[in-house]
T-cell receptor
């Protein structure tokens, strides 16, 4: 149980285009999902927290107009990279929050999406 | 702001040797600490989760300890195998956020 999927697993796009990445919790409902970015040989950096039915909370330094997040259902969050540029090329990973016994929260991670902007 | 450091950045050992991976952190007000494994170009696989009130967790050949007072956690992998080659990340949860270290890349030589 507690499986999170991402689609696509990798994408190549031209500079200036927009790219949408989907994150789904397959066997549980997640009111909260998180989006991370990872550059080569660096740690995962939290970009934003996505709450179902409300606006996402962005970390300092992350442009909300560039990285649009939508969490329209309890099992799906999407990240859209608008007007992508080569510096946006990175590995994007999502996670979904599962609460157990109302007190224990665990994040389950998706397999990641590699974005290459030419 | 939580700062997480993992030393060493890379480690190469012969098969059968025990592995010791270190993680240090600056803010001890954590909910839990988690160790993950990441294979090249892949997502994260959770290995062990230690709650704030716990001192250690064990799973098979893996053992992780947590010392909040000194801001340290250690992951021990006994009798390493080539299949253990991967990057190991530690992550600490403060409030709702996970803060990750940069990882230790392990190579186990056959």
């Amino acid at each position: 149980g507690a499986v999170v999927s991402q689609h696509p697993s990798w994408v190549i796009c031209k500079s200036g285009t927009s790219v949408k990445i989907e994150c789904r919790s397959l066997d549980f409902q997640a009111t909260t999902m998180f989006w991370y970015r990872q550059f080569p040989k660096q740690s995962l950096m939290l970009m934003a927290t996505s709450n179902e039915g409300s606006k996402a909370t962005y970390e300092q330094g992350v442009e909300k107009d560039k990285f649009l997040i939508n969490h329209a259902s309890l099992t799906l969050s999407t990240l859209t990279v608008t007007s992508a540029h080569p510096e946006d090329s990175s590995f994007y990973i999502c996670s979904a929050s599962l609460w157990q016994h109302q007190t224990q929260e665990t994040q389950y991670f998706g397999p990641g999406t590699r974005l290459l902007v030419l | 702001k939580q700062e997480v450091t993992q030393i060493p950045a890379a480690l190469s050992v012969p098969e059968g040797e025990n592995l010791v991976l270190n993680c240090s952190f600056t803010d001890s007000a954590i909910y839990n600490l988690q160790w993950f494994r990441q294979d090249p170009g892949k997502g994260l696989t959770s290995l062990l989760l230690i709650q704030s009130s716990q001192r250690e967790q064990t799973s098979g050949r893996l053992n992780a300890s947590l010392d909040k007072s000194s801001g340290r956690s250690t992951l021990y992998i006994a009798a390493s195998q080539p299949g253990d080659s991967a990057t190991y990340l530690c992550a600490l949860r403060n409030d709702y956020k996970l803060s990750f270290g940069a990882g230790t890349t392990v190579t186990v030589r056959a």
